[in-house]
């Protein structure tokens, strides 16, 4: 036994480090003072300041946060009331519901973006003829069709953030006691008024959760957004297009940042929910 446990150590130390140490020798040459990605040199910050100049991966950068802090707050909105929906259901139609909101997160990235493109693509012909159609029939310049860009771009985000922001705040739901919506009614509230001072409070762990979920996934896209985003320039899909030519440190700067910045929000989700388990054992204890 104790030898099994020593080389499953082992081998879960070899598999951390395979995983891990390319983003160790990453992080390390984004310091690099030269270009070289095998020697190195000295260090500096000066490929950090290069990349704060670079008015192109700043622009994609500015796009990249507009719309995933867009798409996540739409998402957590209609997610929440999507969970509450579902919650509410008979079994059969709840588990029927649940199903289908799993799709989009087990369903290959590229089929989602490739089928939101074909979607797009073949709303917009048909609304250019319909434009066409109107026009010639009233006599007046009538344009209703679109391009694939920002538009479509934070519909796509929404749409592949929700099942995320239902999953977050389900369980939360389960967890509430179903006599709080009822007491608060005969004291008086209206629905709206229990819905949002006694419910809202009490899945807020969920719901928050939902949020940061929802704007990691959105930040960290490139598939679904390669597909949907037409001429507007995302994070990830400027990363690939430098790729394209010598990888500079300015990548590796980038990519440091992104490293960081995601790893931030997974800490805080785990902090989160962490402390909501040890508030929970408390209060159960307390009951018991």
Do not use: C
């Not at 929440?80 to 369903?107: C, D, E, Q, S, Y």
Request: glycine share 4%; charged share 15%; hydrophobic share 55%.
């Amino acid at each position: 036994m104790r030898k099994r446990s020593i080389s499953g150590r082992v081998l879960m130390a070899l598999v951390f480090v395979f995983l891990y140490a390319p983003i160790f020798v990453l992080i390390v040459f984004s310091f690099n003072s030269t270009k070289s990605r095998t020697v190195w040199t000295g260090f500096t910050f000066d490929w950090y300041l290069k990349l704060f100049q670079d008015s192109t991966i700043m622009g994609s950068l500015y796009v990249t946060l507009l719309v995933s802090a867009i798409a996540a707050v739409i998402a957590t909105v209609a997610g929440t009331v999507a969970a509450v929906g579902i919650f509410n259901m008979k079994r059969r139609h709840r588990n029927t519901i649940l199903a289908l909101n799993n799709i989009p997160v087990i369903n290959a990235d590229i089929i989602t973006g490739v089928s939101m493109s074909l979607l797009f693509i073949s709303s917009a012909a048909i609304l250019t003829k319909v434009s066409l159609s109107l026009s010639s029939l009233l006599g007046i310049n009538i344009n209703l069709g679109f391009k694939l860009g920002f538009g479509t771009l934070l519909i796509a985000h929404i749409t592949f953030n929700v099942p995320y922001v239902i999953l977050s705040v389900l369980p939360k739901l389960r967890q509430l006691d179903n006599n709080l919506f009822e007491a608060a009614q005969d004291l008086g509230a209206t629905w709206i008024q229990a819905f949002f001072k006694v419910i809202i409070p009490e899945i807020r762990p969920g719901i928050v959760n939902g949020l940061i979920i929802a704007f990691t996934m959105s930040v960290d896209d490139f598939v679904i957004s390669y597909f949907t985003a037409g001429h507007v320039q995302t994070l990830s899909m400027t990363i690939y297009a430098m790729t394209k030519r010598r990888i500079t440190p300015e990548i590796n700067a980038l990519s440091t940042l992104l490293f960081i910045t995601v790893l931030f929000m997974l800490i805080i989700i785990n902090v989160r929910q962490s402390s909501q388990e040890k508030k929970l054992k408390k209060l159960r204890s307390k009951l018991s």
